[in-house]
């Protein structure tokens, strides 16, 4: 049993720790402790996002893929394509009895700590806690992470960062310490990746598999345990990424390749990468852009002191990390430039990214683990160590300080905000309206009653009008054609009188059709799975079912 004096110093030194993590913490995310929205470019587009993914939620639709007022009401598929973490995680807060926005903002704080705590982790888990500490400083101080939160306000993308953290610390503990926890930690933080952005989920893998490689020089059997946990993320995720590559085909993604928005337009010239530029602007052709693609030339600094330390000392046991990172940190930048274009051409996944600088997520975080790789170094110096240390440190926070906090702040009356003046406005959430269903070729009008009668004559009473789902008693005098006021798309299936019928796209207004025939009959339409649906969601449970089992083992082991 530990004396009391050990117990006072332990508790003194977890204080001291908890004080340090706040202090690294607290400026990034304090803007965000507001009741008011930080005023970013895709800042509202999160707002009707939460009030759709909160009405399925509270429809007991706990993995939500439709969004049931954009398209004026009609709805879209907006959930199959916009992976839903960030969601998850403001939906806790605001059935905690928060409202929309501090509960979106509460998400990004949470975000913003978890960042944290995987990078220390990582960091630690190979250059000891001043690795860690550095790592953590490095990237939560990166000037994309800011671009990210407070300029962009690209919630999504953003909360796939702490993910990548965890993902590389669980596999990376697994090869260090040989359990199967770890191993699990980073097959679900791979999964949480995929479940945050498919942009992040497609660049971030090709860094997670050749980390395999790394890991296993040594010993490769390391390598299959490393394959083993990213298959398992995989099916864990395949509930969202399989239906949107296979579903994709019936929206409009196109138009994210068209004018403005194509990807050859926002190719990165290598001097920004290193520029202090601050700004909360749009980025345009050219090298002209008024908001901040770098690396952050402080963390640039630190890295290049890595390398010299490196040599001075002889430190052979740190060359191997710091020239992985290193090498993938270039082949992202050559990614992000124009010299990469012909590589955008051909490969088609990635043209759906569309800017090029979104790489720089996974850059950035290559950079903190080259400036982590510092720590070893500083501690071999003859003396001065904690004053190099405490230097780094400020130098990775000091310049990028100002970077925290957004160019304005919007006050929102949330009552524009409900399901139905997300309707009646016509409020869309997508930047190109690049997930309405690619039948709809002209808007079709609000329309509060739920239908329209396009020939024939009698009447219609609604029955039901939920989420996913439609129904009616229809009175025909004459066979009746229908519109409903919902967007075809595929997975709504609808049945006259209990039997399934033919139904389809009204041109132009991509609405569902259906033919009714005289008499009185009862119409209803659902939003079922799809075969790809079935097939993902089937995955992932196996690979859920597979992850408690191998849990429980090791629970069990120990």
Known sequence: ??????????????????????????????????????????????????????????????????????????????????????????????????????????????????????MFLLGRLYFGSRGGWLAAAAFLYAPYFAVNLYVRGALAEFAAFPFYAFALYGFGAYAKRKKIGYLLLGALAYAG???????????????????????????????????????????????????????RKYVLLERLLEGYLRYSNHFVYWHQFVSGVWGYGKSVPGDQDTLSF????????????????AVLYRKTATWRWLWFFAGATLVYCF?????????????????????????????????????????????ALPRGRNVAFAAALALLIVPNFRHNRPVQYRAENLAQWSSTRISERGIEATTAFEYVPRWVKAWPIYNPQGYSIVSGDGEVQMTTRRVTAWGADVHASQPMTLDLAVTWYPGWTVQVDGERVQAGPADPTGLIRVEVPSGTHHVDAAFKRTWPRWLGQAISWVSLLTLLLLAAIELRRN
């Open 294 to 309: 770098s690396l952050g030339w402080s963390h640039v600094v630190l890295v290049l002191l890595a390398f010299a330390l």
């Open 335 to 379: 990614l992000m430039t124009s010299e990469s274009e012909r590589i955008w051409d051909r490969v088609s996944l990635l043209q759906f990214l569309e800017f090029p600088w979104r790489l720089l997520g996974v850059a950035c975080l290559c950079v903190a683990l080259l400036v982590a790789a510092l720590a070893p170094l500083l501690d």
């Open 193 to 247: 990746v995929l479940f945050s952005h498919n942009g992040a989920a497609l660049f971030f893998t090709p860094l997670l598999l050749a980390f395999f490689a790394l890991i296993a020089y040594e010993d490769w059997r390391r390598l299959r345990s490393g394959v083993f946990g990213w298959l398992l993320g995989l099916g864990l995720g395949a509930c969202v990424w399989l239906p949107s590559l296979a579903e």
């Open 1 to 118: 049993m530990a004396d009391p004096v050990t117990k006072i110093r332990s508790a003194g030194r977890v204080a001291l720790l908890t004080l340090a993590f706040v202090v690294l913490v607290l400026p990034v995310c304090y803007s965000l402790l507001t009741p008011y929205v930080p005023d970013g470019h895709d800042t509202l587009e999160y707002l009707p996002r939460q009030v759709e993914f909160d009405r399925n939620i509270r429809a007991g639709i706990w993995f939500p893929q439709w969004a049931p007022d954009l398209v004026r009401g009609a709805g879209e598929p907006l959930f199959e394509f916009n992976p839903p973490m960030i969601y998850y995680l403001a939906e806790f807060w605001h059935l905690l009895g928060l409202g929309f926005v501090p509960a979106i903002n509460l998400a990004c704080v949470v975000l913003v700590v978890a960042s944290a705590v995987g």
